[in-house]
């Protein structure tokens, strides 16, 4: 044709996700990245679906929701690297399935709803009320804590720690480990072969109970081996409380008994297919740390 510039196409023209408004939002986005891509489209005068275009196909950006964790310093991400390698070693024969992963959970009688995310349709406002519109809050309500574990084929009981009762190393080694967990482990293991893991709270690390620990349990991640500030690496914390929180959380308790009674039905369902996809992923997370050098990483 006697030229290099390109012919022109057929098809209407790019009018609103133009290279301008790319280069725009581009530098919005820079400025303050917690910009909502919504309140951004109405800035510009355009769709949200137009936003959408320019953030995800033109800037290749995906909306990360933020998230809320210990903070990690260089000398953090450094153990937890060399601990998420070692740990790792382990699961190449296995032993993850054997493990019985453990936690502490505090639950209220309150329903634990996100006023952002949560929404009551309704034709008017008083109509929405009474469809639960508004959540009655206090001050302090009422709350129990709860403990629990799960392996690749079966969990604990769920045990709920007495009301009022402060978990130091003597309540857990007599009321937790001595009284559920080790009568539980030598029914569900018969032949005796499986590592009990725990995080860092203080009476999980204190001297007495690592002693207890190493005299009762076939084995045990110690203190030592397991990463400091890790929950995204216990199958308790990044899976089955947040089921047991969606499952129960919902809606208020009128008190304590109601709260334990829908907590342990939910614990209940929890079928073995579950733990094993939720077991099958700790390998994963291990290899998500590494690659991260011991930082966060996005969810497998």
């Avoid at 400025?31 to 909502?36: A, C, G, K, V």
């Amino acid at each position: 044709m006697g030229t290099l510039k390109d012919m022109r196409r057929s098809g209407r023209p790019v009018t609103v996700t133009t290279p301008e408004a790319v280069k725009a939002v581009r530098e919005r986005i820079r400025r303050n990245p917690e910009r909502s891509m919504r309140k951004m489209a109405s800035e510009y005068g355009m769709s949200s679906k137009s936003m959408r275009i320019i953030v995800r196909n033109k800037l290749h950006m995906i909306p990360y929701r933020i998230q809320k964790g210990a903070f990690l310093t260089d000398r953090n991400k450094q153990l937890r690297l060399k601990k998420a390698k070692e740990l790792l070693r382990g699961t190449r024969t296995g032993t993850h399935l054997r493990t019985v992963f453990t936690d502490e959970k505090l639950f209220t009688v309150e329903a634990n709803k996100n006023g952002q995310n949560n929404r009551i349709l309704a034709i008017d406002y008083e109509s929405a009320c009474r469809k639960g519109k508004i959540l009655n809050k206090t001050s302090h309500p009422a709350a129990v804590m709860v403990f629990g574990g799960i392996c690749s084929d079966g969990k604990t009981p769920l045990l709920f720690v007495d009301v009022g009762a402060k978990i130091n190393k003597e309540y857990y080694i007599e009321r937790i480990l001595k009284s559920e967990v080790l009568p539980w482990s030598q029914s569900h293991f018969v032949n005796g072969n499986w590592t009990f893991q725990q995080d860092g709270a203080p009476a999980h690390t204190a001297k007495l109970t690592q002693e207890w620990c190493q005299a009762n349990f076939p084995d045990f991640i110690t203190k030592d081996q397991w990463p400091a500030s890790s929950p995204d690496l216990n199958p308790m914390d990044y899976a089955v409380w947040g089921y047991l929180t969606q499952q129960v959380s919902t809606k208020n308790y009128p008190n304590l008994d109601a709260l334990k009674k829908a907590l342990t039905a939910a614990w209940d369902e929890l079928d073995a297919n579950y733990l094993r996809v939720v077991v099958d992923s700790y390998p994963k997370r291990l290899r998500a740390v590494i690659k991260a050098k011991g930082g966060r990483f996005e969810n497998c």
